[in-house]
C-alpha cells in the first residue's frame, strides 16, 4: 500500500522564485543600511548632547569680524528695531589675519585682497518658510533680486537689504572659553561605522534609500530652461497688474 502523505504535506507550500528570493535579499539590504543611518543619527545626537567645560585659561584663536550698529543709528530712536533686525541678518567671519585678507592672482602676481562680506540674504524658500521669521516691517527693507547661475544652469532669487550702510564691520578677538566634552568611547564607535560605511561604499546608497533619489538629481528637479522662464514667474497677481499699469502709462 502506497502512501500520499509526502506528496500533500507539501502542497501547501509555495516555493519562492529566484525573482522573490532576489527581491527578498534586496529588501534585507535595504533594512541593513536604514539600520545604519539611524544608528549614525543617534551617536551624532549623542555627541551633541555632549555639554561644553569651561576653560581655566581661555585663550584667543585668530579674529572674528561682524556687522554692529552705525553710531548715528545706535543713537537713534530706531536702534532697537535695527538691531533686532540685525540680529536675524548678521554674519561672523573667521580668519588668523586681522586685516582679513586673502591671496589672490592678478595678471600672473600673487596680491592680497580684503576678504568680502556681506549681511544675510533670505532664499525664496528662507522668504516664506524659514526659521528666522521677519515681521511685514522688516520685509520692507527688502527687495527682490533674480540673478542667473552658470554653475546650476537656472535664475536664482534673492532677497536682499536695501539698507546695508546702517551697518559697519568690526573686528573683534575670537576668545576660546569653552570645550566640548569628549567621549573616547562615543568617537570610537562613531569612527568605527564611519569606517565600515567608507570601505564599503555605501554612502551613496544610503543616501539615495533614506532621501528617495540619487545626491544629484536635485539638479535637474528645479532646473528651469531660459526659454521657458517667464518674467511673471514666482509673482503675485496684484505684483503683475500694478506692473501692467506702469507699463502702460
Given at each position: 500500500?502506497?502512501?500520499n502523505?509526502?506528496?500533500?504535506?507539501?502542497?501547501?507550500?509555495?516555493?519562492?522564485?529566484?525573482?522573490?528570493?532576489?527581491?527578498?535579499?534586496?529588501?534585507?539590504?535595504?533594512?541593513?543600511?536604514?539600520?545604519?543611518?539611524?544608528?549614525?543619527?543617534?551617536?551624532?545626537?549623542d555627541?551633541?548632547?555632549?555639554?561644553?567645560?569651561?576653560?581655566?585659561?581661555?585663550?584667543?584663536?585668530?579674529w572674528?569680524?561682524?556687522?554692529?550698529?552705525?553710531?548715528?543709528?545706535?543713537?537713534?530712536?530706531?536702534?532697537?528695531?535695527?538691531?533686532?533686525?540685525?540680529?536675524?541678518?548678521?554674519?561672523?567671519?573667521?580668519?588668523?589675519?586681522?586685516?582679513?585678507?586673502?591671496?589672490?592672482?592678478?595678471?600672473?602676481?600673487?596680491?592680497?585682497?580684503?576678504?568680502?562680506?556681506?549681511?544675510?540674504?533670505?532664499?525664496?524658500?528662507?522668504?516664506?518658510?524659514?526659521?528666522?521669521?521677519?515681521?511685514?516691517?522688516?520685509?520692507?527693507?527688502?527687495?527682490?533680486?533674480?540673478?542667473?547661475?552658470?554653475?546650476?544652469?537656472?535664475?536664482?532669487?534673492?532677497?536682499?537689504?536695501?539698507?546695508?550702510?546702517?551697518f559697519?564691520?568690526?573686528?573683534?578677538?575670537?576668545?576660546?572659553?569653552?570645550?566640548?566634552?569628549?567621549?573616547?568611547?562615543?568617537?570610537?564607535?562613531?569612527?568605527?561605522?564611519?569606517?565600515y560605511?567608507?570601505?564599503?561604499?555605501?554612502?551613496?546608497?544610503?543616501f539615495?534609500?533614506?532621501?528617495?533619489?540619487?545626491?544629484?538629481?536635485?539638479?535637474?528637479?528645479?532646473?528651469?530652461?531660459?526659454?521657458?522662464?517667464?518674467?511673471?514667474?514666482?509673482?503675485?497677481?496684484?505684483?503683475?497688474?500694478?506692473?501692467?499699469?506702469?507699463?502702460?502709462?
Amino acid at each position: 500500500m502506497h502512501s500520499n502523505e509526502g506528496p500533500l504535506h507539501a502542497l501547501p507550500y509555495r516555493l519562492r522564485s529566484a525573482r522573490q528570493k532576489r527581491r527578498s535579499q534586496k529588501e534585507d539590504f535595504e533594512k541593513q543600511l536604514i539600520q545604519l543611518h539611524n544608528q549614525r543619527i543617534q551617536l551624532q545626537a549623542d555627541k551633541a548632547r555632549l555639554p561644553w567645560i569651561p576653560l581655566a585659561e581661555p585663550y584667543q584663536k585668530g579674529w572674528k569680524r561682524s556687522f554692529v550698529l552705525r553710531e548715528d543709528v545706535w543713537q537713534s530712536k530706531q536702534a532697537d528695531f535695527y538691531q533686532t533686525l540685525l540680529d536675524k541678518i548678521n554674519t561672523t567671519q573667521y580668519s588668523k589675519d586681522k586685516g582679513f585678507k586673502v591671496k589672490k592672482r592678478k595678471r600672473r602676481k600673487r596680491v592680497y585682497e580684503v576678504k568680502k562680506q556681506s549681511l544675510r540674504e533670505f532664499s525664496e524658500w528662507d522668504w516664506s518658510y524659514g526659521k528666522l521669521k521677519l515681521t511685514e516691517t522688516e520685509k520692507m527693507l527688502f527687495y527682490r533680486q533674480e540673478t542667473w547661475s552658470a554653475q546650476s544652469r537656472c535664475f536664482i532669487i534673492q532677497y536682499v537689504f536695501i539698507e546695508p550702510w546702517r551697518f559697519v564691520l568690526q573686528v573683534r578677538p575670537h576668545m576660546i572659553t569653552h570645550m566640548k566634552m569628549i567621549d573616547a568611547d562615543l568617537e570610537a564607535r562613531i569612527q568605527q561605522l564611519e569606517n565600515y560605511i567608507e570601505n564599503k561604499h555605501l554612502n551613496y546608497k544610503i543616501f539615495k534609500i533614506t532621501n528617495g533619489r540619487s545626491r544629484h538629481s536635485w539638479k535637474k528637479e528645479f532646473e528651469i530652461k531660459p526659454q521657458y522662464h517667464h518674467p511673471f514667474r514666482n509673482m503675485s497677481l496684484h505684483s503683475i497688474l500694478e506692473e501692467l499699469k506702469e507699463q502702460k502709462i
